[in-house]
């Protein structure tokens, strides 16, 4: 037997719960504008706070400046924030500085595939590409032959 028409289905509207959050109600069009005028304003006034008198130059013993006017063209950000081709680089000293090994001794290269500085007794020669490895990025094969990770198959 078939089921019984309802009768009220012309006066029945669909309802459904929609949860609007505040998040959602914050990230309307006209909000999100008015968030990014207000963050530019606090930008623009922040760079106009800035000027050169403001800021005041410490010395550092590990900060050297290198003069790049006849090196390469490096561009620099001017103080309203225009590129320019000319200006001082700040570098560390302790880069410049020999670095040492782990084990304490003044490495005399570098690990091919990390970069740390090693030693003569911490260097690992790959038996596949010859270079020099750490001990982490070298692997020792069952035939005692080492291979570093990037040779390693």
Not at 84 to 96: D, Y
């Amino acid at each position: 037997m078939a089921k019984r028409a309802n009768p009220f289905i012309e006066d029945y509207i669909p309802q459904s719960k929609i949860h609007v959050s505040l998040k959602q109600f914050n990230n309307n069009e006209d909000r999100l504008q008015k968030v990014y005028v207000k963050t530019l304003d606090l930008l623009y006034k922040g760079a106009k706070k800035c000027t050169s008198q403001d800021i005041v130059n410490t010395k550092d013993d590990n900060v050297k400046t290198i003069d790049t006017k006849n090196k390469m063209k490096q561009l620099f950000i001017g103080k309203n924030g225009s590129l320019l081709n000319s200006g001082t680089m700040v570098c560390n000293i302790s880069k410049l500085v020999t670095e040492r090994c782990s084990c304490g001794v003044e490495g005399e290269s570098k690990c091919a595939y990390c970069e740390v500085p090693l030693c003569m007794t911490c260097q690992h020669v790959c038996a596949h590409c010859d270079r020099s490895h750490c001990t982490t990025c070298t692997l020792t094969r069952f035939e005692a032959s080492e291979v570093c990770v990037s040779c390693y198959s």
